[in-house]
């Protein structure tokens, strides 16, 4: 692949990664209000745990769709993790 190429790929690749942490920032700010206005508003009826859940399923989606289904326990993981732990090995 030439230079071009590599750089367009690459700034999608960024600009997928921004817009999921642009959603789940969002997510956390619109989610905390609920959670406020809920305890402000109704004394003993909790309704904010509702959009928390349903929102957070689009989160996760939106995560695996940026991320892969790999991401947390993948290969890539497992590697990251084997070279953290022996780098702490030679550090001790």
Known sequence: ??????YERAR???EEIKG????LAIYVLV????FVINLVTDGGQYWFYFPLI???IGIVAHALSV???GWFWGPDWEERK????MDKDRQA
């Open 82 to 85: 084997i070279k953290e732990i």
């Open 12 to 14: 999608k690749r960024v």
């Open 54 to 56: 349903g929102w957070g």
């Open 67 to 69: 991320f892969g289904s």
């Open 20 to 23: 999921f942490y642009t959603h």
């Open 1 to 6: 692949m030439d230079e071009q190429a590599n």
């Open 31 to 34: 989610n905390a209000g609920l």
